[in-house]
Nanobody, 123 residues
């Protein structure tokens, strides 16, 4: 059974930073592109970032391109999203996702989802 367990969300002031982590189990981690999506209240779930199976390629949504860094540790089966300069509009539930490739994720094609972690940015 595949499980993606997110952690690291919370309440932060605008301009602050957060580090989200996702621990994966039940899958051959290095065989999957990994990524992050988010969903704000009343809005559709949107792509945030993705990283290739080896970690050599990354993809970002335009709205986070200069403020987020995605990384992975294939030895620990974890993927991390470091976010800085957070804005109130970044408030959302952030979801970890897995797909055969990072390009799949950038196209919103996913195989597995985590349960999500809440990120709230106060102004």
């Amino acid at each position: 059974q595949v499980q993606l367990a997110e952690s690291g969300g919370g309440l932060v002031q605008a301009g602050g930073s957060l580090r989200l982590s996702c621990a994966a189990s039940g899958l051959t981690f290095s065989g999957y592109g990994m990524g992050w999506f988010r969903q704000a209240p009343g809005k559709e779930r949107e792509f945030v970032a993705a990283i290739s199976r080896s970690g050599s390629s990354t993809f970002y949504a335009d709205f986070v391109r200069d403020r987020c860094t995605i990384s992975r540790d294939n030895a620990k089966n974890t993927v991390t999203l470091q976010m800085v300069s957070l804005k109130p509009e970044d408030t959302a539930v952030y979801y970890c996702a897995a797909a055969p490739t990072a390009i799949n994720l950038s196209r919103r094609q996913t195989d597995y989802w985590g349960q999500g972690t809440q990120v709230t940015v106060s102004s």
